[in-house]
């Protein structure tokens, strides 16, 4: 039984996080996300790779309640996730998206603060009034939003209009309004998607930076250097389910996975269904079981 | 009355006229904004406004003998509370049961329910307004109750006349703009607005409740032309249960022309079109220039900025989607 710790970042690493079993989405007759079942433990990058149309960010969709799926369950901390996107992002789960999707016309600034909509208890009132606890939170807020574009490295660019940022500070911003809704699990949905290769290392010391901070980080990338010297483990999605799933040095050299990517004739590749486990690399917390 | 003075006088009439509808476009354009809802119906909770102020007044037992301060100072106030709690609640409930289960229908639907409610609501009050015991019926025009040092009252200002029910007017929209330029941009409600205007999915992965903000923005709308009910009820001394349909669609004109989802917009909008139309019945001549007309010099005001600048006086160029 893993004991999972609540309130604050600092969950001890190990614990189980995220635990996807079965899940499965079907729009009409195409199943994009096919008995998915993934563990993310706390402190842990995880990466998520596969061919286009392997159904990774439908599965991105389904944790984070933007899609219903048609059957399985997400538990995050040992709770089942309500299918709404505030409850999960409540719950402490918060993403970007492949294509970038900031508010465009406001400024960075703002765009952390509405971050910041769900952890903060003014209403209304308190602000037309000005009651002395809005103040405070305001103050407080547009601290806290200050020292996150800090951390992700948008020092400068607090007031300028998140659409005429640069499109590697626009990923950062949205990286700085999603851990402005204070998680305990990161979703990035291909966060060097366009970046030159310095830009890619960039983000790559980033995504350390908030592991360390104690949040774990689920990554969908396509960029397979980036994905093995970032992740603690990776599972490969092949047309909606998982192929493989292990330490990054593991999946790397997997004969299927390989096969996947450079694209045998479908006829030839292998049975695509929940892979055998491979040895756990976290301590405490054995794999999904399917 | 040399022209200048002339023009002068129907400048300030215009305004007045204008902060009416302003008030009343809000409404339509902060909806507009967020749900990309027309709402038809927001001309009947204006007049709702209206009717909920007067109802305020004869639940305090028709209070006519108060002097012009104590009016000013406390009745005024209290007809504009029991207005806006009116309006409020009925475009709460409005939203709630006629717009929400509709909100993933095709456009047309939502539309149709609005022109759906905007005649439940003139029927409700003109069939049942009387029925309440005590109450006049409403089947035709109602005295609106005369707040003594407001209505009727003006003073002179060179050769111009200036009604106090236009002071009133004009300031009630001077105190709202303000009151909801802080809303929006100042509040942590008004931020989760504007997120949801702009991409109502990723406001939600935020963690906000868009119900919510949704319900804010109908209640926002709802207030100020409840506010423009009682001005109105105030300016031409009488309330009607139709009062909200001409009303509703010069707002809704003034919402247009200052483009719609554009708060700014809506106000400069409607000052404009209440000056364009207190002009054109002074300054046109011959029939063309007679109060009859004056409607027709709105629309063709309209039309014309459909045709040379459709996104309206304020608005945005409408290609900044990727």
């Known amino acids: 039984m893993t004991q999972v710790a609540t309130g604050g970042h600092h969950v001890d690493s190990g614990t189980l996080l995220l635990q996807a079993s079965n899940v499965t989405m079907r729009f009409g007759g195409l199943t994009a996300v096919n008995d998915v079942s993934l563990n993310v433990h706390a402190g842990e990058i995880f990466g998520l790779i596969g061919p286009n149309g392997a159904g990774k960010t439908t599965f991105f969709n389904c944790l984070t309640g933007l899609y219903k799926p048609t059957s399985g369950e997400v538990r995050f901390a040992g709770e089942v996730l309500p299918p709404q996107p505030r409850l999960v992002v409540r719950a402490g789960m918060a993403r970007t998206f492949q294509n970038i999707r900031l508010f465009h016309n406001m400024t960075a600034i703002e765009n952390v603060m509405v971050g910041m909509y769900g952890r903060t208890k003014t209403n209304a009132i308190d602000a037309i009034f000005r009651l002395p606890r809005h103040r405070r939170e305001e103050l407080a807020s547009t601290e806290r939003a200050r020292e996150l574009l800090d951390f992700v490295g948008l020092v400068g660019a607090s007031d300028m209009l998140s659409r005429n940022l640069p499109y590697g500070d626009q990923r950062r911003l949205e990286i700085a309004r999603a851990l402005a809704t204070d998680p305990k699990l990161l979703l990035l949905d291909e966060p060097t998607a366009g970046m030159n290769p310095q830009e890619t290392r960039q983000a790559e010391e980033l995504i350390f930076k908030i592991r360390d901070l104690g949040l774990a980080v689920l990554v969908i990338e396509h960029d397979m250097r980036f994905i093995f010297n970032l992740c603690d483990r990776v599972a490969c999605l092949v047309r909606g389910a998982v192929l493989v799933e292990g330490p990054g040095n593991v999946v790397q050299n997997d004969p299927r996975v390989i096969e996947a990517y450079i694209g045998t004739p479908p006829e030839e590749l292998p049975e695509a269904g929940p892979a055998p486990e491979q040895p756990a690399a976290n301590p405490g917390e054995g794999n999904a079981d399917a | ?322």
Request: charged fraction near 10%; proline fraction near 4%.
């Open chain 2, 1 to 322: 009355m040399d022209l200048l003075d002339l023009f002068l006088q129907q400048l300030i009439n215009g305004l007045s006229l204008g902060s009416l509808y302003a008030l009343i476009a809000v409404g339509y354009t902060v909806v507009y904004g967020i749900v990309q809802l027309i709402n038809f119906a927001h001309g009947e909770i204006f007049m709702i406004g209206a009717f909920g102020a007067y109802a305020t007044w004869m639940l305090m037992g028709q209070p006519t003998d108060w002097n012009a301060p104590m009016s000013i100072l406390v009745l005024l106030p209290v007809l504009i509370i029991g207005g806006v709690a009116a309006s409020v609640t009925v475009a709460l409930l409005t939203e709630r049961y006629a717009y929400r289960p509709l909100r993933n229908a095709p456009r047309l639907a939502p539309l149709i329910s609005a022109i759906g409610v905007s005649v439940f609501l003139q029927e409700a009050v003109r069939l049942f307004y009387g029925e309440i015991p005590g109450f006049p019926t409403a089947k035709s025009a109602i005295p609106f109750p005369s707040i003594p040092g407001i209505s009727g009252s003006a003073f002179q200002f060179g050769g111009v006349t200036v009604q106090m029910t236009a002071v009133f007017t004009v300031g009630a929209l001077a105190v709202c703009t303000v009151f909801l330029w802080f809303f929006v941009n100042r509040t942590k409600t008004g931020r989760a607005m504007i997120a949801t205007s702009q991409d109502p999915d990723t406001a939600r992965l935020m963690g906000i409740n868009v119900d919510k903000v949704i319900m804010a923005a109908f209640a926002v709308g709802a207030a100020l032309a409840a506010i423009a009910g009682v001005a109105h009820g105030l300016r031409y001394s009488n309330i009607d249960f139709r009062m909200g349909f001409l009303a509703g669609l010069k707002a809704f004109t003034a919402a247009v022309l200052g483009g719609i989802g554009n708060i700014n917009g809506a106000v400069v909008g409607g000052l404009v079109l209440g000056v364009v139309e207190a002009m054109a019945t002074t300054f046109i001549p011959g029939q063309f220039g007679s109060a009859a007309w004056k409607d027709v010099w709105a629309f063709v005001l309209l039309i014309l900025v459909l045709v040379f600048r459709p996104q309206g006086l304020l608005g945005a160029k409408v290609v900044d989607r990727a």
